[in-house]
């Protein structure tokens, strides 16, 4: 289970046990109310790919993550638990009687032609319209569907699709704290800009089975064989938020197969 404790606000850095020893005497640690601290000490192991790891453009990162123990700071954390409070509220909203939807649906089907399952869940789906949704939250509502959320909703389009339910439309709802818009159109390529569901990866199969298999590769190659993948697989841009750059720092930039066990946050502090 890599993560393993908090980077308290002073620096030091205290194992999980400890922490939750602290905020079940006081009710939190460092202003974090026990909720909120036990659900982002909550870790899972990491078997195979799922469509957000794929569709996110952080593979390097995604395999530290699986792989090397490490600490977390809250303060990098809220976003990630902002999402699941809004996805887990979503899920209690009542709809109109009559109105079928599907919604927080997992799914695990085989790519064609592929020895590959693939996975993922489904935020919102209404049938009766054929419109694929996917919930985000943002700072704000952008004029065009972020590069990394058109490879989540081809994920999703082509997990329907392949059980035979027909998507027509696609968007993604970016909810802000005073705002929340559905986002239909993205950037094509080639200087084109129109609705998602006219985007290479949502309108050809076999350019979207050569993207989804390329990221399952590298992250399954991490994940079972210890391969960090090059640091060209990694956005760059968030570095600074990244909970493992520690070892990413100690680890070739082309890439490389490591030892986890070698790899001590402690020694690196």
């Known amino acids: 289970m890599p993560i393993i404790g908090l980077i308290r606000e002073n620096g030091i850095l205290q194992k999980t046990d400890d922490v939750m020893d602290e905020v079940i005497q006081n009710g939190e640690c460092d202003g974090y109310p026990i909720t909120l601290l036990n659900r982002a000490l909550s870790d899972w192991p990491k078997r195979e790919p799922t469509a957000s790891q794929i569709a996110g453009s952080s593979w390097r990162r995604t395999v530290l993550e699986a792989l090397v123990d490490y600490y977390i700071r809250m303060d990098n954390q809220l976003p990630l638990l902002r999402g699941s409070l809004i996805h887990g509220g979503f899920e209690t909203f009542p709809v109109p009687n009559g109105v079928k939807v599907v919604r927080e649906k997992r799914m695990r089907v085989r790519v064609p032609g592929q020895d590959v399952m693939l996975s993922g869940q489904i935020d919102l789906y209404i049938p009766g319209t054929c419109f694929l949704i996917d919930y985000k939250t943002a700072s704000q509502v952008p004029n065009l569907i972020k590069a990394d959320h058109i490879n989540q909703l081809a994920i999703y389009l082509w997990l329907l699709r ?70 060209r697989q990694c956005d760059l841009r968030w570095c600074r938020y990244c909970s493992v750059k520690w070892a990413c720092d100690a680890i070739e930039a082309n890439g490389e197969r490591i030892r986890p066990e070698d790899y001590n946050q402690e020694l690196y502090q």
């Open 162 to 231: 392949w059980t035979a339910l027909p998507v027509a439309k696609a968007g993604i709802a970016y909810m802000t704290w005073d705002n929340c818009q559905i986002v239909t159109r993205a950037d094509l390529g080639q200087g084109r800009v129109g609705e998602v569901i006219d985007h290479p990866l949502l309108l050809d199969d076999g350019v979207f089975i050569e993207f989804v298999m390329e990221g399952y590769r590298v992250l399954a190659d991490g994940f079972s064989n210890c391969v960090v993948p090059s640091m």
